[in-house]
């Protein structure tokens, strides 16, 4: 997705705190979603964001703010099953509709 | 219901044939996207259908690309005369517009995989 941008590559180890950056561009913001793909494996949901403000569930936190075109994915409590590929994707109803757009997504990888 | 299936999982053909990718979605969605993603990209999104209409389509998406979803139910991707640039993961996701469900939730099936030599 060429109007969002997200680091290529982050490392942490086992039992931190990492947050996984994202900025976008959109004309027809209607919701900002990351996800979890598994080398070799589909995406899986993690979280949505529609409104301002911070969605917890679990481990994972995901923040919005809607004017300055930003996100972030917080994962806490590192577990070695956490490396994985996290994908950010807005959802712009002027470009696509309902699908999704994504970024390029941002390769973790937890160290023990 | 097991979740979005794709078949076949995986296709090698030679360039300038035609494949055909079939996708079922979980029962109850109504809507269905394909996505492409190649290696180290995030997917891309190429259509999507609402029942058996297809309300979007991606202006990237070369006429040698077709979909279809008849009955509202499955949906296949033809692909017309591959080129090696044809060769990537080819994702089908389902969502449900109803009121009461998380209509924002995409679940994606396991993917084709397409190599063209």
């Known amino acids: 997705g060429q109007n969002i941008d997200q680091p290529t590559e982050m490392t942490a180890t086992e039992g931190a705190i990492v947050q996984i950056n994202c900025t976008y561009q959109?004309?027809?913001?209607?919701?900002l979603f990351w996800y979890q793909q598994h080398a070799g494996e589909a995406p899986t949901f993690l979280s949505y964001?529609?409104?301002?403000g911070l969605e917890e569930k679990g481990r994972f936190s995901s923040f919005l703010s809607r004017s300055k075109g930003y996100s972030y994915l917080l994962l806490k409590e590192l577990q070695m099953k956490d490396s994985a590929s996290y994908l950010c994707?807005?959802?712009?109803?002027?470009?696509?509709?309902?699908?999704?757009?994504f970024g390029k997504g941002t390769t973790l990888s937890v160290s023990s | 219901d097991t979740g979005v299936s794709q078949n076949p999982r995986h296709k090698i053909t030679k360039r300038g044939q035609n494949v055909t990718f079939r996708c079922d979605p979980i029962?109850?969605?109504?809507?269905l996207y394909w996505y492409r993603q190649t290696l180290g990209q995030g997917p891309e999104f190429l259509t999507y259908?609402?029942?058996?209409?297809?309300?979007?389509k991606s202006r990237l998406l070369s006429d040698r690309f077709s979909a279809e979803r008849p009955k509202g139910s499955f949906s296949t991707l033809e692909i017309q005369r591959t080129e090696q640039g044809d060769s990537a993961m080819y994702l089908c996701a389902s969502s449900s517009s109803a009121i009461g469900t998380n209509s924002y939730e995409q679940y994606f099936g396991p993917g084709t995989r397409l190599t063209v030599t």
């Open positions: 029962s109850e969605h109504n809507r």
């Open positions: 994707a807005v959802r712009d109803l002027n470009q696509a509709g309902t699908a999704l757009i």
């Open positions: 959109t004309s027809g913001f209607n919701g």
């Open positions: 259908f609402q029942n058996e209409a297809q309300l979007e």
């Open positions: 964001n529609v409104l301002d």
